[in-house]
């Protein structure tokens, strides 16, 4: 697919610089900047556009942080990095919608500069800086819950500067895990087969999707999840797009799939609904003309794919 990688998360700009990450002395360099992130959420300068917020490595906030700072690469000259922060007195730490349009602000940081979800954020942000958004949370989720050695069970210890964990009781080494997840644009003459499922908010339809299992290829991974989620038999699969998706540490596969017959057979435990929809009622539906379906937003592999499709794109 010509320009695959115009999908939101995947262009990052950040040079990773492996080869520094065993050099504990980045962290002390005076122009080290790191982005904070809390639960997950990285810290947001308003703009317009906004844009990731770099602070010093010893600005107050980070006090008390569970973790060290992960080295994220080197970009205008300066390591960068990447850091948990506690939780600060009077935060709102209760649940969140699915779509959390809220900003939280840290009473230690100067006015403007707050937290965002990245899922809100993510189409607003430059490319690259939702590429280095997209690999903070990523590696520092994968830190908060991977504290434990999955061979022996004894806490494990940062290395690396966050790229690997080593596990002092029996020395294995661990690294960052990303779970791969096929997600399909399935065709079926003038139609594409969307679903939903019932924890998403009302009107919401998207392209179906899952994790691929051991021992499988991504074509059978396709197949497998739409027969088992919506009961249609998928022929050709031919794969189109990635997409880092941190939430919390997926990778996604965009593929396209011919529908060999129309019928739906959905299995109730997986989707809520499951139906065709032509071409037409997708753009009246992109345009907001249709109440009842609100397809995948935009910044989503999903909404990339189905604009793609209607724009005849995809190849
Ligand atoms: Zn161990």
């Given amino acids: 697919m010509r320009d695959a990688e115009a999908v939101t998360f995947a262009r990052g700009a950040l040079d990773r610089a492996a080869h520094l990450r065993a050099d504990a002395s980045l962290a002390t360099d005076p122009r080290a900047l790191c982005l904070a992130l809390w639960q997950g959420k990285p810290l947001i300068e308003p703009g317009p556009p906004p844009h990731l917020a770099w602070l010093p490595m010893a600005a107050d906030v980070f006090a008390g942080a569970r973790t060290a700072p992960v080295f994220l690469g080197v970009a205008g000259g300066a390591p960068r990095f990447a850091r948990e922060i506690p939780d600060w007195e009077g935060a709102a730490t209760g649940p969140r919608p699915f779509f959390d349009d809220s900003r939280d602000h840290h009473p230690g940081l100067p006015q403007g500069l707050d937290f965002g979800d990245l899922r809100a954020v993510m189409a607003e942000l430059s490319v690259s800086d939702a590429g280095t ?66 924890a998403w908010p009302p009107g919401m339809y998207s392209l179906l999707a899952g994790f691929m299992e051991p021992g499988e290829s991504i074509e059978a991974a396709v197949r497998r999840e739409v027969w088992e989620e919506a009961g249609v038999p998928v022929g050709e699969v031919d794969y189109l797009s990635s997409q880092p998706w941190p939430f919390p540490s997926s990778l996604m596969l965009g593929c396209r799939g011919e529908a060999l017959a129309r019928e739906i057979h959905r299995d109730p435990a997986e989707l809520e609904d499951a139906r065709w929809v032509t071409r037409e009622a997708v753009l009246a539906a992109l345009a907001g003309q249709d109440p009842d379906l609100k397809p995948a937003r935009r910044g989503s592999i999903a ?11 995809l190849d």
Avoid at 154 to 167: E, H, I
Avoid at 303 to 313: G, P, V
């Fill in 133 to 198: 958004a997209a690999a903070a949370k990523g590696i520092l989720g994968w830190h908060a819950t991977h504290r434990f050695c999955a061979r022996c069970g004894a806490a494990s210890a940062v290395a690396d500067q966050g790229w690997k964990r080593t596990c002092p009781a029996c020395g294995a080494e661990h690294f960052p895990r990303t779970d791969p997840v096929v997600i399909m644009l399935i065709l079926h003459g003038n139609s594409v087969l969307l679903g939903r499922s019932a």
């Fill in 303 to 313: 909404r990339f794919l189905l604009e793609r499709w209607l724009a005849d794109t």
